[in-house]
């Protein structure tokens, strides 16, 4: 299963996958003056039945790269396949049949999920979107999908406002694996849930994978979560992935002094192991993605940065089977007890979030009549990552 | 930040003329024909098309708008073969021919009325409204926020004809607590000035009063519940403090958007208020031109009315930018 | 230092209800705790379970119109719920002040940082507005802001989310409080900052002397800063005691629980974690008698329908450790052996 070979029975194929976010001056006479570079050449690939975690902090691309697999963010250039199809320049006519292959699981169960329409609308929507309908009618099939998922099926006709959130999470659920897709794109699908709730949803993808054989492109800023959930892992860091192995090599062998550093960060459940873990402090914040760093993106915040780091790429290279790392010098062994402390001074200069006078704000409700669009937030977009002006 | 200046004040140039063109096309599609307007009882049709010409709209649209635009800037001669040209001088808004007087000037003579009572409105509308919209935010759920809000919707719904014309009953004719409404500038007289402009004032104020208790109200409730309140109450400040400093800056930044372009849409006019008060501003001048189907005092109103609108627009961007240092304007 | 291990805060029967208009919300039921200046206790609960509204009844930020708080919480020997709002405003921000968990929403975006902490200054020391603007400086320079003198004239929004929790914790220590209540203040930030914050925490504790309660749903930050632990469920502290004895003695079902749900980074765990079942308790309907039964695997072992009925009180099973269970020690050993083992077990 977690075996990466080159044939082409991958459900999802990206090959060096961009997305770029034009930054434009304001006013009559706007002209682009810089890009976001939130996707910067991201490869992967999803074998049926397969997890994929997608780890990073929040900047990192992690978001935009699983929307932009699903095309619901237009790439800037490179490669996706959905099951054999290149699905890159697709136009959205054409997209629909494809949506039946793929489809997403939100972050936030409380604003994925329209609040005026009933449960059982809401799950069969996939039915009507592909005009199917399904033997014993859709009816059935909803509530079929609402047990399978641990819903009362009698809760056909509620709103979501009168579910939990794990249980609104569980209609999310039951709305993206509707149709059978091959792979389900999961943006944080457990972050805003207790702890409690959180292992019954886990559960639940892990039922569902069971079951249908679906695989999962799992993103996720919690390592902990994803170790439970994931075959393989890729932690990506200022729209690169840095480092990408299977889940046993990742976390018992991490070689990149990034991976190195986002594990030791998480403190352990466990007071007697936290006191004798290996402790990397990294430094300072992300660099702006408009001007990332020369060379390897990381090595402004990287302790074992040197001189050809500030200026050489690291190449994605193969150090193990399976196991690949964009870095010069790979750490191979772990420090413990030791804190280490990156060379950042935090001077990252931090991008100013535009806030748009309300001249502007006012006439594009006129033009789109959302206020909540005018305002930059979406509906279908999760929190996580602002809307690109 | 000047950069930023400049380059609002240009797109609203180039946003004025476009609209000036619109309001041109528009007009000259109207069905109503002014050379006949302006021809009296014994009209021939040599007549209408002597007018037509002194009218200048012997000439194609896009020429007619050409000629509006130079006389803008250098004034234009109206009927210049004729034995009788009319001399409009620049800035040409255009001419009536129907009350015999540049269309700049009758706009210039009518506007102190309109400022008057739209400024005298808004300071009264602000003041109350504000502090009501604060007052019941502080009580908020207690009959005293019920109370105000009460009211408000009652201000809220009262048509300004209505309450106009009922106050002149009452208050004038009925009542005769002050003398019948005539207009004259405050440095002349000003206690007939006040005697006039009291009551179409509080009518004024008292519709957009309401909607402004509502705004202030319910930015305040909002702010109030803002994390950076509760920063500032857990740092030991006091009660007053955390509403004057904190919560009021905050939640009345908005309201100066609303303020700026609802003062501008009066400087275009209070038609029924002027109307009913007679006062002599641009409102009243937009409806006797209306029924009079004097077209170039209208196409003169409109453009004057948008042009203030969009001032304002840029005014409000640039106060924005000020008071909230998030706004980047560049 | 101080000498002796007088609790600074203390804690003792604290309850908070809302009465709402679908019934009377008990938020907090009788809470007792207390904390030691230099010491870390940690709040551990799901959301719901009482533990951000049991920070702001101390803090006095509850509104007294909309809330009914009663019990006491001793700063320092002086029952805060019968002060005076006046009186507990002098303390706020003086002995005793609070760190959020949204950084990005909790200061003032139109006021520069350094009026933001002087204002903290002025408001409780009597010194002159360039006194307090010094000690401003010097604060978010101990917070570990880089280039404190350009920074300080800096609005919020020109600082990231790290920093600008940086700068809330210098506005809550700036006036020395000897007790520091931080409510999830890492939620909102990524993990490598999260572990930056949490050390600064630790490292200026050390400096003043400062009690900490640290309200977290993240059982790793409690292993990595706390002394002592409270774990809350539906408003009641279940289970209380060191950080060791919760992590390696827990006793409680919903405790071992919790501990069980969590994946885990440096364990192998089983392919299928072991959830609690259902939902947390709705603080307007709690059941009548433990708040934990309906979720509860283990309540049938106790005869008489004793979990549904009769509510447990907070029972003092030594070494500090308490357990709010109808469980007897025999059976909560036995639970608890059973449960650590199968998560000592399991492997990929």
């Not at chain 2, 405050?186 to 104020?205: S, Y």
Request: net charge neutral.
């Amino acid at each position: 299963m977690t075996d990466a070979s080159s044939n082409d029975d991958q459900v999802l194929r990206v090959t060096d996958l961009r997305t770029y976010f034009p930054v434009r001056s304001r006013g009559l006479l706007s002209k682009t003056i810089g890009q976001v570079k939130a996707v910067d050449g991201v490869t992967l690939s999803v074998a049926p039945g397969e997890t994929l975690g997608l780890v990073g902090e929040s900047g990192c691309g992690k978001s935009t790269t699983g929307r932009t697999v699903l095309r619901l963010i237009a790439p800037t250039s490179g490669r996706i396949e959905l099951d054999g199809d290149d699905i890159t320049r697709m136009s959205a006519k054409q997209l629909v049949p494809l949506r039946r292959k793929a489809q997403m699981i939100f972050q936030d169960p409380y604003n994925a999920l329209n609040p005026r329409h009933t449960v059982g609308t809401i799950i069969g929507a996939p039915f009507d979107v592909q005009s199917l309908n399904p033997a014993g009618g859709v009816r059935a099939a909803v509530q079929d999908l609402m047990e399978r998922v641990g819903l009362n099926p009698e809760h056909y006709n509620r709103y979501p406002s009168e579910f939990s959130g794990g249980q609104r999470q569980r209609i999310g659920i039951a709305r993206a694996v509707a149709l059978r897709p091959k792979i389900i794109v999961c943006d944080e699908p457990v972050s805003a849930l207790d702890v409690s709730i959180q292992a019954q949803i886990m559960n639940l993808l892990k039922d569902l994978q069971d079951d249908f054989g679906v695989s999962y492109l799992f993103v996720a800023h919690d390592l902990a979560v994803v170790r439970q959930i994931a075959h393989r892992v890729a932690v990506m860091y200022l729209g690169h992935i840095v480092e990408l192995a299977s889940r046993e090599e990742l976390y018992s062998r991490p070689l990149h002094p990034y991976t190195h550093a986002l594990l030791s960060a998480v403190p352990l459940p466990d007071p007697r192991a936290q006191a004798s873990r290996e402790q990397i402090r990294l430094r300072g914040d992300l660099p702006s993605p408009i001007n990332p760093p020369s060379g390897c993106v990381f090595h402004t915040r990287c302790f074992r940065a040197e001189e050809r780091c500030t200026v050489e790429i690291p190449e994605l290279r193969e150090f193990s089977a399976g196991h690949t790392v964009a870095c010069h010098f790979p750490m191979l062994e772990v420090i413990p007890g030791a804190v280490i402390e990156g060379p950042d001074s935090g001077l990252t200069p931090q991008p100013v979030p535009y806030i748009r006078p309300p001249s502007e704000v006012i006439s594009d409700i006129a033009e789109s009549g959302s206020l909540a669009r005018a305002a930059g937030v979406d509906y279908v977009e999760g929190p996580d990552t602002p809307v690109p002006q | 930040m000047s950069a930023y200046v400049v380059r609002r004040v240009l797109s609203m140039i180039l946003l004025l003329a476009l609209l000036s063109l619109v309001v041109f096309i528009l007009f000259s599609l109207l069905p109503a024909d002014p050379a006949r307007l302006t021809c009296g009882k014994s009209c021939t049709p040599e007549i209408i098309e002597a007018n037509r010409h002194r009218l200048g709209l012997d000439i194609p649209v896009f020429a007619q708008y050409w000629e509006f635009l130079k006389g803008l800037f250098f004034g234009r001669t109206y009927a210049a073969n004729s034995p009788d040209p009319v001399q409009c001088s620049a800035p040409c808004l255009g001419y009536s021919f129907k009350r015999g007087e540049e269309v700049f000037v009758l706009i210039k003579e009518r506007l102190p009325a309109t400022i008057w009572l739209a400024f005298g409105a808004f300071v009264l509308w602000l003041v109350a409204g504000i502090s009501l919209g604060i007052y019941a935010a502080l009580r908020r759920g207690r009959w005293q926020d019920r109370t105000v809000m009460g009211v408000a919707l009652v201000g809220y719904s009262l048509p300004s004809f209505f309450i106009g014309l009922v106050a002149i009953f009452f208050i004038i004719i009925r009542f005769q607590l002050l003398p019948f409404p005539s207009y004259v500038s405050p440095f002349e007289n000003p206690l007939q000035f006040l005697q006039t402009m009291i009551l179409p004032w509080i009518i004024l104020a008292t519709l957009y009063a309401a909607f402004y208790m509502r705004l202030t109200r319910n930015q305040m409730l909002e702010v109030l519940g803002d994390d950076y309140i509760r920063t500032a109450r857990a740092k030991g400040l006091p009660e007053r403090v955390v509403i004057r400093k904190h919560a009021l800056r905050a939640g009345l930044t908005p309201i100066v958007t609303a303020a700026g372009l609802d003062l501008a849409g009066l400087l275009g006019g209070a038609i029924i208020l002027e109307s009913i008060f007679s006062l002599p501003g641009i409102g009243s001048l937009a409806v006797n031109s209306v029924n009079d189907a004097d077209l170039p005092v209208i196409v003169g109103i409109t453009l004057v009315a948008a042009t203030f609108i969009i001032v304002a627009n840029l005014i409000v961007d640039l106060l924005y930018a000020v008071i909230d240092p998030r706004v980047r304007l560049s | 230092m101080t000498t002796a291990a007088q609790p600074f805060l203390s804690v003792d029967g604290l309850s908070v209800t809302f009465p709402t208009e679908d019934g009377r919300v008990q938020a907090v039921d009788g809470v007792s705790f207390s904390v030691e200046r230099g010491k870390t206790l940690a709040i551990v609960g799901e959301s719901g379970s009482g533990k951000s509204v049991t920070a702001q009844a101390i803090m006095g930020l509850l509104d007294r119109r909309l809330s009914v708080v009663t019990g006491h919480a001793w700063l320092a020997g002086r029952d805060i719920v019968a002060m005076s709002d006046d009186e507990v405003r002098h303390e706020r921000g003086s002995s005793m002040a609070m760190i959020f968990q949204d950084p990005m929403s909790s200061l003032h975006p139109f006021y520069r940082i350094g009026a933001q902490l002087s204002e903290a200054v002025l408001v409780h020391q009597k010194v002159s507005k360039h006194a307090a603007r010094e000690q401003a400086l010097d604060m978010l320079n101990r917070v570990g802001i880089p280039d404190p003198k350009t920074r300080i004239d800096n609005y919020p929004h020109q600082l990231s989310g790290g920093m600008r929790q940086r700068v809330m914790i210098a506005m809550a220590l700036i006036n020395s409080p000897s007790l520091l209540i931080a409510d999830e203040p890492t939620t909102a930030l990524d993990v490598t900052v999260q572990a930056q914050i949490l050390e600064l925490i630790g490292t200026l504790q050390q400096e003043y002397d400062t009690a900490v309660v640290m309200i977290t749903h993240d059982l790793g930050i409690v292993a990595d800063i706390a002394d002592n632990v409270a774990v809350m469920y539906g408003g009641r502290i279940v289970e209380s005691g060191s950080v060791d004895e919760i992590f390696y003695h827990p006793q409680m079902p919903y405790t071992l629980g919790l501990l069980a749900s969590v994946p885990r980074l440096d364990q192998v765990r089983a392919e299928r974690l072991d959830p609690i079942p259902g939902n947390p308790p709705s603080p307007i309907s709690l059941p009548p008698g433990c708040v934990f039964q309906p979720r509860c695997a283990y309540f049938d072992r106790v005869a008489g329908h004793a979990c549904q009925t009769v509510r447990p009180e907070l029972l003092d099973i030594g070494r500090g450790h308490r357990v709010r269970c109808h469980l007897d020690s025999g059976q909560r050993d036995q639970v608890a052996s059973d449960v650590l083992a199968a998560l000592a077990g399991g492997g990929v």
